[in-house]
């Protein structure tokens, strides 16, 4: 069993940064994600990092979200940079171990403008 714990969210204004955080036992993942959704819509990839470093966004956050993973802290990050308002929504770190995957259990993030 591994358990993922998600910090970092807030209330932030449009333009300004804030940095997720997941730490769990992840050093074994095949990949880590990050997953958001928000109210009224179905939960949806925003970012992607494999064991081997290779990273994909979604279009909507290229460029100014960052995915990154540090095993020696069994921790992976998600800097996000230039907010707005419609990144508001609950943030989810997810384990893909390729036998199973876990959940976090997720972190608000509102950018108000």
């Known amino acids: 069993q591994v358990q993922l714990v998600e910090s970092g969210g807030g209330l932030v204004q449009a333009g300004e940064p804030l940095r997720l955080s997941c730490v769990g036992s992840?050093?074994?993942?095949?990949?880590m994600h990050w997953y958001r959704q928000a109210p009224g819509k179905q939960r949806v990839l925003v970012a992607t990092i494999t064991s081997g470093g290779s990273t994909n966004y979604a279009d909507s956050v290229k460029g100014r979200f960052t995915i990154s993973r540090d095993n020696a802290k069994n921790t992976v990050y998600l800097q996000m940079n230039s907010l707005k308002p419609e990144d508001t929504a609950v943030y989810y770190c997810h384990a893909d171990f390729g036998w199973r995957d876990y959940w976090g259990q997720g972190t608000q993030v509102t950018v108000s403008t």
């Open positions: 992840i050093f074994r993942a095949n990949a």
